[in-house]
């Protein structure tokens, strides 16, 4: 089993739809959980860290749920320019040191 | 304020040849990696350093050596390149050795090796 795996898409949305990008982690001992974006061709950028009790920035909420080992995104009111693909990034404790562990990504495409 | 920079943003190389990625962040961070994202595959840690004079494998070293030659600059060389090693490479930085802060990546290389 691959240490974080994400449904790689693609997610074909209309604007104003509200999506949803789920990523399930294999290592019961990971501590720390991030949502990064990457646009075609460009570095990737973190969007948001991910907290226990769940966290919402504007229009994207991210959750945690520890006992499922599972993380997820959600996007409000999709526009264009959330198109990219989503990477979900975890870190496990007693890991190498700044050792990320990334997922292949989930690629979103907002349509008009 | 310019972040992470790499260089060269593109390169082409014959197998066996050799050459050397440089990267710099000027954020006064402890941290830097070396990265590879190939198709399907997703980002992959080649090498990192926790703090200036210390460097450590990743899950992909192989074929890489890197030098941390001072807190802003971290290079990764390819002594005799091979077609596997055709890739993306980024390099990132964070402040504090656990990593636990947000990772800055640079623009990458496209590399090809043919």
């Known amino acids: 089993r691959k240490e974080v795996e994400q449904d790689p898409g693609p997610f074909n949305v209309p604007e104003g739809a509200t999506v949803a990008f789920n990523c399930t982690y294999s290592?019961?001992?990971?501590?720390?959980f991030f949502w990064y974006r990457q646009d075609c061709r460009k570095e990737p950028k973190l969007l948001m860290s991910v907290y226990s009790s769940g966290n919402e920035d504007g229009r994207f909420t991210a959750q945690l749920n520890r006992a499922s080992q599972y993380i997820s995104l959600l996007i409000r009111d999709s526009k264009l320019s959330d198109s990219a693909t989503y990477l979900c990034?975890?870190?496990?404790?007693?890991?190498?040191?700044?050792?990320?562990?990334f997922g292949k990504g989930t690629k979103l495409s907002v349509k008009p | 304020n310019a972040g992470v920079t790499q260089t060269p943003k593109f390169q082409v190389l014959k197998t066996g040849q050799s050459m050397t990625l440089q990267c710099a962040q000027d954020m006064n961070h402890n941290s830097m990696y070396w990265y590879r994202q190939d198709p399907g595959m997703g980002l992959r840690l080649i090498y990192y350093?926790?703090?200036?004079?210390?460097?450590d494998k990743g899950e992909v070293p192989n074929g890489y050596n890197v030098s941390r030659l001072n807190k802003r600059e971290f290079s990764l060389r390819l002594e005799s390149a091979a077609p596997s090693q055709t890739s993306v490479y980024f390099c990132a930085s964070s402040s504090q050795t656990s990593g636990a802060n947000e990772q800055y990546f640079g623009p990458g290389t496209r590399l090809t090796v043919t």
């Open positions: 990034v975890v870190r496990n404790y007693g890991g190498s040191q700044g050792n990320l562990i």
């Open positions: 350093s926790a703090s200036e004079g210390t460097t």
């Open positions: 290592n019961s001992a990971s501590q720390s």
